[in-house]
Each structure stands twice: as C-alpha cells, then as structure tokens.
C-alpha cells in the first residue's frame, strides 16, 4: 500500500507497507521517502509512527521489518527513534554500483517501549478485508 504524504497542503513524500501472507506471518515492511526541503522538521518520524500504528494498532502486526542505505544517518536516525534494531546488511546494485543496505526490525515491545508520536485511526473496519484479516 503506498500512501500520499502531505504537508501544508503539498504532497512532500511517501510511506509504504507491505507484506506477503500478513494473516500468517505477522510481519510487514515499510519503506518512505521524503523529500529533502522536507526533512529535518519532524515529518519523517511522524508518518512512520502513523504507519507503525496503523499495522500494529489496526491490523495487529507481531513484527516490522524496514531498512535504510548505511550512509543515510536521517533514515537510521528515524528508524532508531521508533524503537527498530539492527537486523543486518546486504550490499545492493544501485545504479551499477555496491551500496551497503542496512536491514532493521521493530517489535511490538520495541514499538511500545519508542511510542512518543500520538497517532489515532478511524473506520479501519470497512478496509480490512483488504489487509486479508
């Protein structure tokens, strides 16, 4: 699922989840970008604290998984705050070139030990039938 980030009226990034056999597994990952005139000011953490809630909260996810390039400090930084831990590295192709890819897990004892962002959900029920639950 990719969702629109906005601020201000603008459309300044966006968060993913996703998941194969949720209903089984438990586990999700998320992936954001935002963009750069942006970052710095709280929106990063924001809209990945609601996207942790909404899989937590809403869809009663066990685990979390996402990752972040090893020299993009903001994204790690992110990822640190909301309780996510190491959980290794792979070197990916970017571009024809070995990049060094950190991999992260959050728990839901790591989530609730990080929870600073308050987020609510309303009228989840009529969509999770899409979230196969």
């Given at each position: 699922?990719?969702l629109?980030?906005?601020?201000?009226?603008?459309?300044?990034?966006?968060?993913?989840?996703?998941?194969?056999?949720?209903?089984?597994?438990?586990?999700?990952?998320?992936?954001?970008?935002?963009?750069?005139?942006?970052?710095?000011?709280?929106?990063?953490?924001?809209m990945?604290?609601?996207v942790?809630?909404?899989?937590?909260?809403g869809?009663?996810?066990?685990?979390?998984?996402?990752?972040?390039?090893?020299?993009?400090?903001?994204?790690l930084?992110?990822?640190?705050?909301?309780?996510?831990?190491?959980d290794?590295?792979?070197?990916?192709?970017?571009?024809?070139?070995?990049?060094?890819?950190?991999?992260?897990?959050l728990?839901?004892?790591?989530?609730?030990?990080h929870?600073?962002?308050?987020?609510?959900?309303?009228?989840?029920?009529?969509s999770l039938?899409?979230?196969?639950l």
């Open positions: 699922m990719g629109a980030v906005s601020w201000e009226g603008k459309v300044v990034g966006r968060q993913d989840l996703g998941a194969t056999d949720f209903a089984v597994t438990g586990e999700a990952h998320t992936g954001s970008w935002l963009g750069q005139a942006y970052q710095g000011r709280g929106i990063g953490t924001e990945r604290a609601a942790l809630h909404l899989a937590f909260e869809l009663g996810a066990r685990s979390m998984t996402t990752g972040a390039m090893a020299d993009n400090a903001r994204s930084r992110v990822s640190e705050k909301l309780g996510y831990r190491p290794g590295r792979e070197v990916l192709s970017v571009r024809g070139e070995a990049r060094d890819h950190r991999r992260l897990c728990d839901r004892a790591g989530r609730e030990a929870r600073t962002v308050p987020v609510e959900l309303h009228r989840l029920e009529p039938a899409l979230f196969g």
